[in-house]
């Protein structure tokens, strides 16, 4: 089991077929999950396709994710929360200027994923919106969403299988309202 500390993220590549699962270990935490094609860094997670090819906005166990280039990168293989995001952007010094303006600001998962993710060649501008694992943000009947505490609860996890080789940026989220106000670290592991 490989450990994020709290706000912070790493890279690491995952070869087709491997399954990585992403563990909450002390509950109530967001994890901020990135997908790249390891053969082009411009192939990439994509919401848009995946929403409109899963047809549905609650991606869980049997759920693929797709690219931007319509080709699944993940299939979810194991879901014990069943609620996870992929609507919101990563949180950034700006999300925390415009959202917490009485908080100390923060790189965000938006910072933590562009350091990780630069010595394998992507830039800022790469970063896309991500899937934001055990991360509650509800739509209501008008549209409107608000941020939640996820509900996940210590040793809650999300598998992923691999479809593709891929690079992945995973995080441990620094925003307050995703994470109900507290920053706990993110575990996770990869299995052939």
């Known amino acids: 089991m490989n450990r994020i500390m709290p706000r912070s993220g790493a890279a ?14 002390l509950g109530t935490q967001v994890s901020d999950l990135l997908a790249f094609s390891a ?30 280039r319509s080709r699944v990168l993940l299939t ?3 879901d014990s ?3 996870h995001d992929f ?16 908080k100390p600001e923060h790189r965000g998962c938006f910072g933590n994923l562009a350091e990780a993710l630069a010595p394998y060649g992507f830039s800022p501008d790469d970063i896309p919106v991500a899937f934001n694992c055990f991360m509650n943000v509800p739509v209501d ?20 299988r691999a479809e593709q080789d891929l690079v992945i940026g995973l ?4 925003a307050y309202a995703s994470n109900g106000g507290t920053f706990k670290p993110i575990d996770y592991r990869i299995d052939d």
Do not use: K, M
């Not at 995080?171 to 620094?174: E, L, N, Q, R």
């Open 12 to 25: 690491f590549p995952l070869a087709r077929g491997q399954l990585l699962t992403v563990v909450d270990p």
């Open 39 to 68: 053969s082009d860094v411009r192939e990439v997670i994509s919401n848009g396709r995946t929403f409109d090819y899963e047809e549905t906005l609650r991606l869980t166990r049997g759920n693929r994710i797709w690219s931007n």
């Open 76 to 78: 979810i293989e194991e």
């Open 81 to 83: 929360v069943g609620c």
């Open 87 to 102: 609507l919101l952007t990563p949180c950034s010094v700006d999300t925390f200027r415009h959202f917490y303006p009485d």
């Open 141 to 160: 009947s008008t549209g409107g969403i608000s941020v939640l505490p996820p509900p996940s609860r210590a040793g809650d996890s999300v598998s992923f």
């Open 171 to 174: 995080t441990a989220c620094s």
